[in-house]
């Protein structure tokens, strides 16, 4: 099984950047697809960014030229860098193995406002 922490999250101002980190437990972690997902209150958490095992690269439109998603197979670790922050971009960022529906880490709250 795949364990995960997020972190990173914070207040920022429209324009802004953040970096997320998920930090994920298992021996298998670098064969599985990532993705990071984010649910803003009152909506459904939709799946923003997705990286597969041979680091292929996929985005949301809303996201698209403004988010980055990497991961460090070393490290266990999946990373989020989000440029050109927006006030909806506001939400509770999760990372998870991408199609799995439980497993779910607390997220990393991300807030823009000026």
């Known amino acids: 099984q795949v364990q995960l922490v997020e972190s990173g999250g914070g207040l920022v101002q429209p324009g802004g950047s953040l970096r997320l980190s998920c930090a994920a437990s298992?021996?298998?972690?670098?064969?599985?697809?990532m993705g990071w997902y984010r649910q803003a209150p009152g909506k459904q958490r939709e799946l923003v960014a997705a990286?597969?095992?041979?680091?292929?690269?996929d985005y949301a439109d809303s996201v698209k030229g403004r988010f980055t998603i990497s991961r460090d197979n070393a490290k266990n670790t999946v990373y989020l860098q989000m440029n050109s922050l927006k006030p909806e971009d506001t939400a509770v960022y999760y990372c998870?193995?991408?199609?799995?529906?439980w497993g779910w880490g607390q997220g990393t709250q991300v807030t823009v406002s000026s």
């Open positions: 998870n193995v991408v199609g799995r529906t």
């Open positions: 298992g021996s298998i972690f670098s064969i599985w697809a």
């Open positions: 990286i597969t095992r041979f680091n292929s690269t």
